[in-house]
């Protein structure tokens, strides 16, 4: 099994942080501030990196612990940059069923990464999902919301060969 690592450095520009900024000073002030600019944050980045929680914590005086838990607790934020391609495996029971865990085992293997991750060249992320409502196609995958269906794990590589 592979070990989750940090895959992908943080490198934001000097532009996002002021336009986070610039949000936290809008915001700051409010009652439930927290979400919307969580929100702000991982529009302008992308994600919300431990560098960027951090930033928010010294700007609002919220502590890190209670940030870190509100973006881990909602499922619309994520701590990891997603790729440029970014793959989502079918784990529903029909996609399960038909063997998308051997499909979704077998990218982890090719691209180096555990779900959640992206690959340090910010090519591919990974990711499982729970349905995507073509279960006649079972087992699926989407790679940027194009569907792939009834693979197999040999149709894998010619499949990311096309993203290359």
């Given at each position: 099994m592979?070990e989750?690592?940090?895959t992908?450095?943080f490198?934001g520009?000097?532009e996002?942080?002021e336009?986070?900024?610039?949000?936290?000073?809008?915001?700051?002030g409010?009652?439930?501030?927290?979400?919307p600019?969580?929100?702000?944050?991982?529009?302008?980045?992308g994600?919300?990196?431990?560098e960027?929680?951090?930033?928010?914590?010294?700007?609002t005086g919220?502590?890190?612990?209670?940030?870190?838990?509100?973006?881990?607790?909602y499922?619309?934020?994520?701590?990891?940059?997603?790729?440029?391609?970014?793959?989502?495996?079918?784990?529903g029971?029909?996609?399960y069923?038909?063997?998308?865990g051997?499909?979704y085992?077998?990218?982890?293997?090719k691209?180096?990464?555990v779900?959640?991750?992206?690959?340090?060249d910010g090519?591919?992320s990974?990711?499982?999902c729970?349905?995507?409502?073509?279960?006649?196609l079972?087992?699926?995958?989407?790679?940027?919301?194009?569907?792939?269906?009834?693979?197999?794990v040999?149709?894998?590589?010619?499949?990311?060969a096309?993203y290359?």
């Amino acid at each position: 099994m592979l070990e989750k690592k940090e895959t992908v450095p943080f490198s934001g520009t000097k532009e996002q942080e002021e336009s986070l900024m610039k949000v936290i000073a809008e915001l700051k002030g409010e009652k439930g501030a927290l979400m919307p600019i969580l929100q702000k944050a991982q529009d302008i980045y992308g994600y919300l990196p431990i560098e960027v929680q951090k930033m928010i914590s010294d700007e609002t005086g919220i502590p890190m612990e209670k940030i870190y838990g509100v973006a881990t607790f909602y499922s619309q934020f994520t701590l990891n940059p997603k790729g440029k391609y970014q793959i989502s495996v079918c784990l529903g029971t029909a996609c399960y069923v038909k063997g998308s865990g051997d499909i979704y085992n077998a990218l982890m293997e090719k691209l180096g990464i555990v779900g959640g991750e992206c690959t340090p060249d910010g090519k591919f992320s990974l990711d499982a999902c729970r349905c995507v409502g073509a279960c006649g196609l079972a087992p699926v995958m989407m790679i940027n919301g194009e569907v792939y269906g009834r693979l197999t794990v040999d149709d894998i590589d010619d499949i990311l060969a096309k993203y290359e």
